[in-house]
């Protein structure tokens, strides 16, 4: 049975209480614990995963990397006491997931300031981690222009954090995404609920991901450098105090 995943419907999750639905050992050695509902986050969509701790009446269990699989099962990875059938707490580490939460709704602002300003660019992989955050786009450019486009959205990214908006979650099938979507995927995943974050009444995001509530608490967002190679265009990014 697929995993309740807290985190899809409340911004700031970072507790709760679960049953221990199987315990077994992973390839690597350490013990893979799945619950009935977690608060925990999966890497998934360019996102580190939570870590953090599970308590119970056997003791504390070690969580240090978390994964979603096809199935829609989560595996908390670590190591600790802990057994078939507990009632346990939960406790996500909150500077952590604070971290990759600014990271990842940082990259959501890039593609939001992208889009204010008309340009034509089809949104790609990204990935949102302190050492590496970036937005990639198919869109060929030259270092003139790719010099300019990044002045205009810095401008822009200024401009949407300094607005403050409040972020609005809504489930709804694929099929109804593009009403809001500016652009679907093919790829959704399908092992998890279909949902889309609102950054305004024009711009809906579809992401399974953890995203900060206000988007002033992104804090200052700087795009450090454009670079195009063989008609794509990535758009690397800085959160004051990350990275």
Same mark, same amino acid.
């Given at each position: 049975?697929?995993?309740?995943?807290?985190?899809?419907?409340?911004?700031?999750?970072?507790?709760?209480?679960?049953?221990?639905?199987?315990?077994?050992?992973?390839?690597? /050695?350490?013990?893979?614990?799945?619950?009935?509902?977690?608060?925990?986050?999966?890497?998934?969509?360019?996102?580190?995963?939570?870590? /953090?701790?599970?308590?119970?009446?056997? @003791?504390?269990?070690?969580?240090?990397?978390?994964?979603?699989?096809?199935?829609?099962?989560?595996?908390?990875?670590?190591?600790?006491?802990?057994?078939?059938?507990?009632?346990?707490?939960?406790?996500?580490?909150?500077?952590?997931?604070?971290?990759?939460?600014?990271?990842?709704?940082?990259?959501?602002?890039?593609?939001?300031?992208?889009?204010?300003?008309?340009?034509?660019?089809?949104? /790609? $992989?990204?990935?949102?981690?302190?050492?590496?955050?970036?937005?990639?786009?198919?869109?060929?450019?030259?270092?003139?222009?790719?010099?300019?486009?990044?002045?205009?959205?810095?401008?822009?990214?200024?401009?949407?954090?300094?607005?403050?908006?409040?972020?609005?979650?809504?489930?709804?099938?694929?099929?109804?995404?593009?009403?809001?979507?500016?652009?679907?995927?093919?790829?959704?995943?399908?092992?998890?609920?279909?949902?889309?974050?609102?950054?305004?009444?024009?711009?809906?995001?579809?992401?399974? /991901?953890?995203?900060?509530?206000?988007?002033?608490?992104? @804090?200052?967002?700087?795009?450090?450098?454009? $670079?195009?190679?063989?008609?794509?265009?990535?758009?690397?990014?800085?959160?004051?105090?990350?990275?």
């Amino acid at each position: 049975m697929a995993t309740e995943l807290m985190y899809l419907s409340d911004f700031d999750v970072l507790t709760g209480a679960a049953r221990v639905q199987s315990v077994s050992v992973d390839d690597d /050695g350490r013990t893979d614990v799945v619950l009935d509902r977690t608060c925990f986050y999966p890497r998934g969509g360019g996102q580190d995963w939570d870590t /953090g701790a599970i308590r119970g009446a056997t @003791g504390e269990f070690t969580v240090d990397e978390v994964r979603l699989d096809p199935e829609g099962v989560v595996h908390h990875l670590g190591t600790g006491p802990i057994a078939v059938g507990d009632e346990v707490s939960l406790a996500v580490d909150a500077t952590r997931r604070e971290i990759n939460t600014r990271l990842h709704s940082a990259g959501h602002v890039v593609d939001l300031a992208v889009e204010r300003l008309g340009l034509p660019w089809v949104p /790609g $992989k990204g990935a949102h981690y302190p050492h590496m955050s970036f937005v990639e786009y198919t869109a060929a450019l030259t270092p003139e222009d790719g010099e300019a486009a990044r002045g205009r959205i810095q401008v822009a990214v200024h401009e949407v954090i300094g607005a403050g908006s409040t972020n609005d979650i809504r489930f709804m099938p694929v099929s109804e995404m593009g009403a809001y979507c500016r652009n679907v995927p093919d790829n959704i995943p399908t092992n998890k609920p279909a949902r889309i974050v609102l950054y305004s009444d024009d711009f809906g995001v579809p992401c399974g /991901g953890t995203h900060v509530r206000v988007v002033s608490d992104i @804090g200052t967002l700087t795009i450090t450098k454009i $670079k195009s190679k063989k008609g794509v265009t990535k758009v690397s990014y800085a959160v004051e105090g990350i990275n």
